[in-house]
T-cell receptor, first 113, second 115 residues
């Protein structure tokens, strides 16, 4: 089955700097890659997603890149702000009627003032 | 638009007791997922339903766990009897299901503590 690995497990960056979180997946049939942000006491919330027919997607300060050949995908956050502090999860899913997704282990991002 | 609603938000009970967690998915969503989150194991998929039918329950840890979805607007996850190692945050999520690969929307979870 699918396996998603995520690195690093913790990341601390200075406010205003960029943060990058990387994931790899094992199943070449996976074609949908969402990223979730989880704040304390809340459930994971979708922040951006990418499908396998594109290599990059951007939404304001957040961008995601996908390399299907290497089975890598990454989240990039630019101009980080204190409210970006949270746990981030990558995930991968295959084309299926029930959209089961496999999550990475999470990255705890801390923004230093 | 109301999101996924879970109840209770917190549950503290003694081991051996029956625990029932509840979930109301987003209206119109036809896929529902139950997850468990712990520090050691991260976010684990326990079971998911499509059109009220269980599709994959391979993540359910053992027979003490059961889940039902009697209709499109309600699901329960039951643990009987509960054990201290069941302590975790349990999340319910729903998605439109079709077209394929639609994002899942999570509730805010039930924090379960078994003493």
């Amino acid at each position: 089955g699918e396996n998603v690995e995520q690195h690093p497990s913790t990341l601390s960056v200075q406010e205003g700097d960029s943060a990058v979180i990387k994931c790899t997946y094992s199943d070449s049939a996976s074609n949908y890659f969402p990223w979730y942000k989880q704040e304390l006491g809340k459930g994971p919330q979708l922040i951006i997603d990418i499908r396998s027919n594109v290599g990059e997607k951007k939404d304001q300060r957040i961008a995601v890149t996908l390399n299907k050949t290497a089975k890598h995908f990454s989240l990039h956050i630019t101009e980080t702000q204190p409210e970006d502090s949270a746990v981030y999860f990558c995930a991968a899913s295959k084309h299926s009627s029930a959209s089961k997704i496999i999550f990475g282990s999470g990255t705890r991002l801390s923004i230093r003032p | 638009d109301a999101g996924v609603i879970q109840s209770p938000r917190h549950e503290v009970t003694e081991m051996g007791q029956e625990v029932t967690l509840r979930c109301k998915p987003i209206s119109g969503h036809n896929s529902l997922f139950w997850y468990r989150q712990t520090m050691m194991r991260g976010l684990e998929l326990l079971i998911y339903f499509n059109n009220n039918v269980p599709i994959d329950d391979s993540g359910m840890p053992e027979d003490r766990f059961s889940a039902k979805m009697p209709n499109a607007s309600f699901s329960t996850l039951k643990i009987q009897p509960s054990e201290p190692r069941d302590s975790a945050v349990y999340f319910c999520a729903s998605s439109p299901g079709q077209p394929n690969n639609q994002p899942q929307h999570f509730g805010d979870g039930t924090r379960l503590s078994i003493l």
